[in-house]
């Protein structure tokens, strides 16, 4: 029972980096069509600069450690906008000179931050409650998970928000629906695509951080690894799809732990294994609109 | 370069030409400094050759899938590793006694190539049932899952992290070691010629026609009722075989195989190098191929000189990662060189009509196909 209890609660918690990641991969793919490699590097440099930040403030402080979420996700934002208006606007409608661009800036960034911070992992230094264990149906579940799992429900719970309740939040799900309609009713997506990068870019930015507590170091490959199974996500979940990107982002996490526990470490092979099934019996994901 | 454009009696001719100096390579004394480590003859120069010239060959038989057929994998890595790791292992478990040695080192290569035509057949027949963007997510997962096997050293066959080293006892002599290393380019240049020769036979054939057709307009491809998918396999499993050739002389060459040709990081590479080249086009491939190896070592090198280390930071560090000049080109061939490095031979040839983007989107894919 106890053995369970942990493997659900770690799911989750790997579920929320996965959704982290994930979330803003569906809501930019919904919208603009773009399959965006260079994610994975929005998170890092999210990751990087946040403990740099931490790091100069004070180490292993609840302050520093909201520091370096606060600036994970600026950076992340900021990253993300400036990658839209300086490198994909300019291909607008062509989608796979999109996909090639943002792989040359996933390709190139890596390589930067190598050598800026060096192949080697970075360690981080996380207040020390996180780093501790709380027992629950007598399962010892490190407090980490918890913070993980609260960090994305807000955020699902903010994205959410927002696009129900703002009039860009408005103008997102109306060009997910039909971009063409938005634009022949004169209203300008592209700033909307903008602030869905950003929006993505911030949340990756904050996974990065996240994703750093849980690993506990930080390298210039945690990103790509992680974008991997976000992509597993988006596909299952549905393309352009919040509730299913959150809804496959914790399916794929808790399978893959129990996989790992249960069958001898092939998580990674159950996710790819549960991908193809999802693929044969239902194309368009769980949630997907169409085909 | 004007000989592409020429009647198909002069192309064959450069062609041959050009593959006779290949050939005659070895046998020369020319140093280009800056471009070789060495003289032609030298095995430095001629290993770095022969890699490069098996990079073109798995390039072209990535370009039989995103230059012709207009489907975006990400997992081609996955059937070059098949063929490199197939190899080692079907070297070392497959000795029946009835065969000779010599035979027993071609059966070996055969059964890799239809491993990987297998396998691409397997992969394919899943993640052609999705198109487009969900396609290439597919196979990247796919490309994963091969990777995570290979690193896994299941029944100690992969060699894991470490990679897996050439069982020599099936090898044929003049295949091992370093003096022989002019063999081992006059294979690769072999397995270029044949990928060749395959990708152009399939672009010809109907079964190229039908996937052309298909990358343009698949709906018009239906309704005068062919089924895209099952030509679609097909292409997928000769590009993967295609694929496991190359990745099995790979082995030879480099007499072992690390797990880096298993990760999707290396399928990037391959489509840098077809977008480096020139989309769609079977010499763009190659071009694209050779240009990226050879700037790969000569970066790398650059990048160890007294005269990178000697810069300020802001400059040495971008300097001295390769990879990142190579995205930061690969970017900027992307925004601003649409046709890749063989459009811009093109392109000059004919300066003086500008033409709007759109037309000459056009005229590239009526070439091409």
Redesign the interface.
């Known amino acids: 029972m106890s053995t369970i209890v942990l493997l659900l609660i770690t799911g989750l918690g790997l579920g929320a980096l996965y959704f982290l990641v994930a979330s803003g991969l569906s809501l930019i793919?919904g919208l603009m069509?773009v399959?965006n490699?260079a994610h994975g590097s929005f998170l890092t440099i999210g990751a990087f600069i946040g403990w740099e930040v931490a790091r100069r403030l004070s180490d292993g402080s609840w302050w520093a450690l909201v520091a370096a979420m606060l600036t994970g996700a600026v950076v992340g934002a900021l990253v993300a906008a400036a990658t839209e208006f300086f490198?994909i606007r300019?291909?607008y409608n062509r989608?796979?000179?999109q996909?090639?661009?943002t792989?040359?800036?996933?390709?190139?960034?890596?390589?930067?931050f190598?050598?800026?911070w060096g192949t080697d992992p970075t360690y981080v230094t996380s207040p020390s409650w996180l780093g501790q264990t709380t027992e629950i149906l007598g399962a010892r579940i490190p407090n980490n998970r918890f913070m993980l799992i609260l960090v994305a429900v807000l955020v699902l719970v903010a994205i959410v928000l927002f696009l129900k309740f703002t009039r860009y939040g408005l103008i997102v799900r109306a060009g997910v629906e039909n971009r063409l309609m938005v634009t022949a009713l004169g209203i300008d997506v592209r700033r909307a695509f903008t602030l869905v990068f950003a929006i993505g870019g911030a949340a990756a930015g904050l996974g990065g951080v996240l994703a750093s507590i849980y690993y506990g170091y930080v390298s210039a490959h945690i990103g790509?690894s992680l974008l991997?199974f976000a992509?597993?996500v988006?596909?299952i979940g549905g393309?352009g799809s919040l509730a299913g990107a959150a809804i496959a982002s914790v399916l794929v996490a808790v399978l893959q732990q129990f996989a790992n526990f249960y069958l001898g470490?092939t998580g990674?092979?159950a996710?790819?294994l549960a991908?193809?099934a999802v693929?044969?019996l239902r194309?368009r994901g769980l949630m997907g609109a169409k085909? | 370069m004007s000989a592409f454009r020429a009647r198909p009696m002069t192309k064959i001719t450069a062609s041959a030409a050009l593959v006779l100096l290949m050939v005659l390579l070895p046998l020369l004394n020319i140093t280009i400094p800056g471009v070789f480590p060495g003289a032609t003859y030298t095995p430095g120069t001629l290993q770095l050759l022969a890699y490069a010239m098996l990079i073109a060959a798995l390039a072209l038989s990535y370009h039989l899938l995103f230059g012709l057929a207009g489907m975006l994998s990400f997992g081609h890595a996955l059937f070059f590793a098949a063929g490199a790791y197939g190899l080692g292992i079907v070297l070392r478990n497959f000795s029946p006694s009835w065969l000779p040695a010599g035979a027993t080192f071609v059966a070996s290569i055969l059964i890799t190539v239809l491993i990987g035509f297998v396998l691409a057949a397997l992969v394919g027949s899943v993640s052609l049932r999705v198109t487009g963007i969900s396609f290439a997510m597919v196979t990247l997962a796919f490309a994963q899952a091969g990777s995570v096997v290979v690193r896994r050293n299941p029944g100690g066959q992969t060699g894991g992290d470490e990679g897996l080293t050439l069982d020599v006892s099936h090898v044929p002599d003049a295949l091992v070691g370093v003096l022989n290393t002019r063999n081992l380019y006059w294979l690769s240049l072999a397995v270029l010629v044949t990928v060749y020769l395959v990708v152009l036979w399939v672009e010809k054939s109907r079964a190229g026609h039908v996937v052309a057709a298909t990358r343009e307009n698949e709906l018009r491809v239906r309704v005068i009722g062919i089924r895209p998918y099952f030509v679609r396999l097909l292409i997928f499993s000769i590009a993967g075989a295609l694929a496991a050739l190359a990745g099995a002389a790979f082995l030879l060459l480099q007499s072992g195989v690390s797990p880096r040709v298993a990760t999707p990081d290396f399928t990037l590479t391959l489509l840098v190098i077809v977008v480096l080249g020139g989309v769609g086009l079977r010499w763009g491939a190659v071009l694209g191929a050779l240009v990226y190896t050879l700037l790969d070592q000569r970066l790398t090198a650059l990048a160890g000189s007294e005269f990178i280390a000697g810069l300020p930071d802001i400059l040495r560090i971008p300097l001295s990662q390769p990879l990142f000049i190579l995205g930061t080109l690969f970017i900027l061939v992307v925004l601003f060189l649409p046709g890749g490095l063989a459009g811009l031979t093109r392109r000059n040839r004919r300066p003086q009509r500008p033409r709007a983007r759109g037309r000459e989107r056009m005229l590239d894919s009526e070439e091409t196909t």
């Not at chain 1, 792989?103 to 930067?112: D, K, M, N, P």
């Open positions: 793919y069509g399959l490699f490198l300019r291909l989608h796979i000179e996909v090639l661009v792989v040359g800036l996933a390709l190139a960034s890596v390589a930067l190598e050598g800026i790509g991997i992509f597993i988006t596909v393309l470490g990674d092979l996710v790819v991908l193809a693929l044969l194309p085909a």
